[in-house]
């Protein structure tokens, strides 16, 4: 079989947790879950693995085993990369005469001197 990075990696829920970062340790994972488990699920992960033969099949594969591992609970989400920035609110306010911040109350408004 040939050997793909898997990016991002893998990240699974267990003791110790475990990366997978290729797709022949995958392969090796998948193998060992799969003799573990009875599972039909798990037997049609291996069987994808069983059959990398370029690039798109291994991609495949692994998205295969990324949604079994997240239905079971086991995927750890991959966290967040950049630092939360707050969005600068005077750029999401509407410009111009339909927007402005005076409005029309009523006809005595103008006159009564009342604003929004």
Avoid: C, Y
């Avoid at 966290?79 to 109350?105: C, I, M, S, Y």
């Amino acid at each position: 079989m040939l050997d793909f990075p898997i990016d991002p990696e893998l990240r699974i829920r267990g003791r110790p947790e475990l990366m997978l970062q290729r797709t022949n340790e995958a392969l090796n994972f998948v193998r060992r879950t799969a003799a573990s488990m009875s599972s039909r699920a798990w037997q049609d992960v291996s069987a994808r693995f069983e059959v990398i033969k370029d690039e798109w099949s291994a991609i495949e594969a692994v998205v295969h085993l990324e949604l079994q591992l997240e239905s079971e609970g086991r995927l750890i989400e991959e966290k967040r990369q950049e630092p939360f920035r707050p969005v600068d609110k005077k750029h999401l306010t509407p410009t111009g005469p339909r927007f402005g911040r005076r409005r029309a109350l009523g006809p005595d408004a103008a006159s009564m001197g009342v604003n929004e």
